[in-house]
């Protein structure tokens, strides 16, 4: 599959800027048997996680538990989301294969010289997969610091809205036939995994914001959740028409604005994880909404 980006200084950008950014993503229980509206518990043996930052969860920390990251490449934690679903499901093998920066490009070429394609980690025997992927296609990390620097002139308006206008939109119509293929090419690859395609949490409040803690200004706060949920809505319905089902983990109250006990996803000066990236409870919540899509309880331990 053609690449969408260059090698060296947009791969580099992009590594640099993942943490700063939001980014992507429903879970689609994509099987070779029919998918079911909830599935039922099963005890599945060898777990793939694939995906960006959101998934891989860089720099995030809970007290108990000791997290193992790297400090270069991938920057992926053993505090994500993969993690605590492959522990409660007690599955025999995991292989987290999730990298922040991650475009889809990279689910098919090495990302970095050290790191394989994603979905070279599925193989026939494969029975569960989760896939976070597609929020750097669209341009979060891009998205969000040309709007912070443009609220910056106008902090009332909407300047990031009048800015880029329905170019959003568009990137991410451009991005169905991207998205439709890596959930196509996942069932081809291990074609009896359950496949969830795993949505991204919500960012922004639906309003007002919080300008300049998170310096998005007040009229392109709502243009901007409004593009997320767009977002999310395009990759559920791009999941679900190749057989998976998509699991909504969008549930509102627990953006960067909120305080740091209610929210899950950290703002730009961040307590726990990286800035506009899932915090620990953002995670636990995340492993919550995709075990109850697998029939598990609550982990009300977390």
């Not at 947009?10 to 879970?27: D, F, N, Q």
């Not at 490009?105 to 997969?129: C, G, H, I, K, M």
């Not at 439709?180 to 795993?198: F, K």
């Not at 636990?284 to 609550?298: E, H, I, M, N, Y």
Request: charged share 20%.
């Amino acid at each position: 599959m053609p690449r969408t980006s260059d090698v060296s200084p947009s791969r580099v950008l992009r590594r640099v800027l993942a943490p700063l950014a939001a980014a992507v993503l429903g879970l689609s229980l994509a099987s070779a048997p029919a998918a079911a509206e909830t599935a039922q518990a099963a005890p599945y043996q060898h777990y793939v996680s694939l995906g960006d930052s959101f998934v891989a969860g860089p720099l995030i920390r809970e007290e108990r538990v000791q997290a193992q990251m790297p400090l270069l490449g991938c920057m992926r934690t053993s505090n994500n989301y993969p993690t605590m679903l492959a522990q409660r499901l007690g599955v025999a093998e995991f292989t987290d294969a999730s990298c922040s920066g991650a475009v889809i490009n990279d689910l098919y070429e090495p990302q970095f010289s050290d790191t394989r394609p994603q979905l070279d980690a599925l193989t026939p025997e494969t029975d569960l997969v989760t896939v976070g992927i597609a929020g750097n296609d669209f341009g979060f990390s891009e998205i969000l610091v040309e709007c912070a620097k443009r609220s910056l002139t106008n902090p009332l308006g909407s300047p990031c809205a009048r800015h880029y206008g329905d170019e959003l939109d568009q990137r991410i119509e451009n991005l169905r036939p991207a998205v439709a293929q890596v959930y196509a090419d996942i069932a081809e690859r291990s074609p009896n995994a359950t496949v969830l395609a795993v949505g991204y949490l919500q960012i922004l409040p639906e309003s007002r914001g919080c300008w300049p803690s998170t310096p998005i200004a007040r009229g392109d706060v709502p243009y901007l959740d409004r593009a997320q949920t767009a977002l999310n809505a395009m990759i559920a319905e791009e999941a679900e028409a190749q057989g998976a089902v998509f699991v909504d983990v969008f549930e509102r109250g627990h953006d960067v604005c909120q305080p740091s006990s209610t929210r899950w996803v950290e703002g730009l000066l961040p307590e726990n994880g990286a800035p506009v990236h899932p915090n620990y409870r953002g995670m636990v919540a995340t492993a919550d909404f995709v075990g109850a899509r697998l029939g598990l309880p609550v982990d009300e331990a977390a």
